[in-house]
């Protein structure tokens, strides 16, 4: 029987440099361990390879880099020099771009095998990316001898404990090959079609010895380079703790406070305010922004009206927000609608709400999510595992949600709205000779409330409400 003493330390780590990519891998990649990195041609491997080699060399550790290319390096230089990780300086005696093409052509794998070997040694590499295995398993006589070279490649990376990326040019979902069973690891690369949409992605198939977050995950282009973006659903810490606190939050308007037992919304709750076009969702969440302090900022994220519409929606309101806007209490910020990314939107969300420290926050709207590329097939669970973070965050969330001209109540953003939120705070519009809008809680976690319907009135410091009538219910 073997003893936990007798066994022996975890393998080192070798970070990637990537933003979110050691969260996917659980840490980054193992030392001496062998990798292909595989997608279609524009999948972004070279990209990303040249990202991670760059970042090694920065933080003081030398690379080999060989391509199986007959032309110079120039051209790939000229096009990494877009890119702030890209950096001059360290070509001279950190990174080291090799052709390997004339050993493969005069010596065939084996001649591959050696020059890869004498160049980890004599620049003490702690990584090595080979550019092109699809050139080598095309020189290969067969899938055992294509075995062979990966086997050997994997033994020269042992010995001098240096880290080998293997980069193919095809398709990610093509069937098993004979060098996928003998690598440590493989890393898929994506771009997948939402009609005229496209979204990259990166998926980890294999991975030994560690424990990986499952799935697709989001990554984009951008000038510092690739970022990852871990799913939210795999990469979620919020768990089962108590957040929600049966204290009042107060909403801004000071009939609706009145509606609730507490005083407000729940503390660390989250809030749906649903209705039509129209019908006053903004409005509510603007004045629920306007009770910030020094001890409860506020996010303000955006999806439809700008910061500038927004200002002219404060001003004929009549609401109070000057003044927590220039102590920087309150926080807008505005996503235009467009090709939006779920996790990035979540990250970027999430991020803003640890920075600034907000403990209310407001979503306008949920649509801005269901209106991403993937949302159709990720449904509820993103926005519950969203709204769940800003819980775990200590954030009293606040969300509007379109509802169907139609009437009968139907949540045109999320159908599991209704389900997901702690508290649903309905308006609706009533047409006479004058349109009235209306309020009603359907149902409220934190505490017991008013069951009666009130009317919004608009009055000179925004939104208040009116009891409609008397119809003897009592929460």
Sequence with gaps: ???????????????????????????????????????????????????????????????????????????????????????PSVLADKVYYISGFNALRDHGLKGVVDLLRTEMRAHRAGILVLDGLVMAASAASSDEALKLFVSDIQAHSTLTGCTTLLLTSEHADRPVSAEQTMVDGILLLRERAFGPRRERSLEIVKFRGSSTLRGNHAFVIGNEGITVYPRLEAARRWGAGATVLPVGVGTGIAGLDRMF???????????????VSGSGKTTLALQYAAMATA???????????????????????????????QAGHLQFVWNSFGENVLDVLASQLLERVRQSGATRVVIDGAGGFTAASSYGERGGSFLACL????RALGATTLITVEEDEGGGGRLLDTPSMSATADTLVQLELRRGESIRRFLSIRKSRASRHDLRVR?????????DLAVQEDTGERP
Excluded: W
């Design 295 to 325: 001890q409860e900022k506020t996010l303000f994220y955006g999806f439809y009206e700008s910061p500038q519409l927004l200002a002219r929606m404060i001003e004929v309101a009549g609401i109070p927000l000057r003044a927590p806007l």
């Design 455 to 463: 009317e919004c009135l608009l009055t000179p410091h925004g939104v």
């Design 261 to 275: 037992d507490i005083g407000g919304y729940g503390k660390g709750t989250v809030t749906a305010i649903s209705g």
């Design 387 to 390: 709204l769940g973070e800003l």
């Design 1 to 87: 029987m073997t003893d936990a003493a007798d066994l022996p330390p975890p393998l080192a780590r070798i970070g990637t440099g990537i933003p979110g990519l050691d969260e996917v891998t659980g840490g980054g990649f193992l030392k001496s361990g062998v990798y292909i990195l595989q997608g279609a041609p524009g999948a972004g491997k070279t990209i990303l390879a040249n990202q991670i080699v760059h970042r090694h060399a920065a933080a003081g550790g030398n690379v080999v880099y060989v391509t199986m290319l007959a032309e110079s390096h120039a051209r790939l230089l000229q096009h990494m020099e877009a890119f702030s990780f890209f950096s």
